[in-house]
């Protein structure tokens, strides 16, 4: 039986508990059950390997075991550039998928499980499911926490059939044109149009 149907159950029971203890009025037991459900959502995320990427290129190469992924977490400001060139170089085919990182963590304590982990959970313009391969550009409109995810988990696709290997680049450009950098730029520009006309109009002596 995979952790997805397992997670599933345990929410179904802790959550039926709930709202008997909620009748009840019992804080103890509240208390019991938050934790118990705490752990649930741990034991869920033991799965999966995450790493945390910053400005520049990351190279990868990973081998993913069966019923599990890799999550690479790439925080991007507005303008920044994100570039995925991933390979399976040994095994079978993976889902590769473009998440949010507040989606992600809700996938992985087990709020996504009950209805698979279909588009609501991830941009499917920059997915692919059952490939052996993947590679884009990424354009950030807004400042957010996205989530670069290497599934081998068949949660959607093929069910796996053993390890996998991927290998590849996960680059993180930054946007240089900020605002501070512009009014730089535009100040520089300034001082030399002045010291440009200063040599052409030069000064009267008097």
Request: with cysteine; hydrophobic share 45%; charged share 15%.
């Given at each position: ?30 208390k ?24 520049g ?30 390979t ?51 354009d ?17 696709g093929?069910?796996p ?30 001082l ?8 052409r ?6």
């Open positions: 039986m995979k952790w997805g149907g397992i997670i599933q159950w345990r929410y179904l029971i802790y959550s039926i508990l709930y709202l008997k203890l909620q009748l009840w009025g019992n804080m103890i037991c509240r019991v059950l938050t934790i118990l459900v705490m752990l649930t959502i741990i034991s869920t995320t033991a799965s999966a390997t995450i790493y945390n990427l910053g400005y290129t990351e190279t990868i190469e990973i081998t993913i075991q069966s019923n599990q992924d890799a999550a690479y977490i790439v925080p991007l400001e507005v303008g920044d550039k994100l570039i995925v060139d991933l399976v170089t040994d095994g079978g085919s993976v889902d590769f998928y473009l998440s949010n990182k507040t989606a992600y963590e809700l996938y992985l304590a087990g709020a996504a499980g009950s209805i698979k982990f279909d588009s609501l959970y991830y941009v499917e313009e920059y997915s692919r499911i059952s490939v052996g391969n993947i590679h884009y550009t990424y950030s409109l807004v400042k957010n926490d996205l989530v670069v995810i290497v599934d081998n988990a068949g949660h959607v093929e069910v059939v053993g390890p996998v290997t991927v290998e590849g680049t996960i680059t993180i450009q930054k946007n240089v044109w900020t605002l501070q950098n512009i009014l730089i730029t535009i100040v520089l520009i300034i030399i149009i002045v010291f440009m006309l200063s040599f109009y030069p000064r009267k002596k008097a």
